[in-house]
């Protein structure tokens, strides 16, 4: 199973970046999709989930200005980050949990200049 992330990059803080994540078509319809983040020194942290029926859930620190969706004819989730901040620099990890499993991505680097 891979999950291909995209989309990091180094921006300015106001600046808006969006994430992409795909996944072989048979895990992506049984999986929820999460973003997580690390940062340097820092543990893993859930940014934001989206349920197979199109639920979401953020964390608090990104409400209004994160918003996860998924194309399930893509197979792919995203994150569109805006307003970005100094404090959302982190390798930012796609992940697929499903009944019996939990796969990774090698994670994409956002950084956040001030």
């Known amino acids: 199973v891979q999950l291909v992330e995209s989309g990091g990059a180094l921006v300015q803080a106001g600046g808006s970046l969006r994430l992409s994540c795909t996944a072989s078509?048979?895990?992506?319809?049984?999986?929820?999709m999460s973003w997580y983040r690390q940062a340097p020194g820092k543990q893993r942290e859930k940014v934001a989930g989206i349920s197979r029926g199109g639920s979401e859930n953020y964390i608090s620190s990104v409400k209004g200005r994160f918003t996860i969706s998924r194309d399930n004819g893509q197979n792919t989730v995203y994150l569109q980050m805006n307003t970005l901040k100094p404090e959302d620099t982190a390798r930012y990890y796609c992940?697929?949990?499903?009944?019996?499993?939990?796969?990774w991505g090698q994670g994409t680097q956002v950084t956040v200049s001030s």
């Open positions: 992940n697929a949990n499903g009944l019996t499993f939990d796969y």
């Open positions: 078509g048979s895990i992506f319809r049984l999986s929820t």
